[in-house]
């Protein structure tokens, strides 16, 4: 499996068979200034509708659309969505957000969306074990570096991948990757958009992975 960081909080995942999932395709525009989304895919997973994170007219290949906590069952593929909130008001800010666990070539992938609070014992249950875990940690309008880094620690996976920080092409008042990695004890930065991963050459201990923008 490779994953492939377009920008923000899109992420392209593509199995070994070719099967490629874009997860919250972002719009440019207001603050979000990476280039436009020009990928396929055959699912995309939107984890809340705001403009940079629910842009699926802008995947090509008339992909599936998984929208929704519960399971959904997709080109022989489980999604489980889990209902979480984009703020730390019960959503009276921000609106509801969806954390979607699947497997993909036998590792099983969590990406959090815009996660805006710390997750309880009851959500954490539901999201279950995870090998890759995809973490929003620039704060402001979702959980920051220390909120992200008790998440990693609650969930435990092999591998975290941090996402929706500030780069030179987001605009928006949050924070840079740095305040995260300051936690982290095992922290690979590659200097490429993309990472192959294979079931049995996971980590045994938590390792953080950062990828570089592809756009």
Request: aromatic residues 6%; proline residues 5%.
């Amino acid at each position: 499996m490779w994953i492939k960081w377009l920008g923000h909080a899109a992420f392209l995942i593509t199995s070994d068979s070719g099967l490629r999932i874009i997860t919250d395709p972002y719009k440019v525009e207001a603050g979000v200034e990476y280039a436009a989304i020009d990928e396929a895919a055959d699912i995309v997973t939107v984890s809340h509708h705001h403009f940079d994170h629910d842009n699926v007219a802008a995947v090509k290949g008339s992909p599936k659309v998984v929208d929704g906590a519960g399971i959904h069952d997709v080109k022989g593929i489980e999604f489980k969505g889990v209902a979480t909130q984009h703020d730390t008001t019960g959503g009276s800010q921000r609106g509801n957000n969806v954390i979607y666990v699947f497997e993909v070539d036998g590792i099983r992938v969590c990406h959090l969306g815009d996660l805006g609070h710390p997750l309880d014992s009851g959500q954490i249950a539901d999201i279950g074990p995870v090998d890759i875990l995809i973490t929003p940690v620039g704060g402001e309008y979702t959980i920051d570096a220390a909120v992200a880094t008790r998440t990693c620690e609650a969930i435990a996976p092999k591998v975290v991948i941090p996402m929706h920080f500030k780069t030179a092409g987001c605009a928006f008042p949050i924070a840079p990757v740095e305040d995260f990695l300051e936690d982290r004890s095992a922290v690979r930065r590659l200097d490429d958009s993309q990472a192959e991963f294979k079931k049995v050459s996971l980590p045994a201990k938590t390792e953080t992975v950062v990828l570089k923008h592809a756009r």
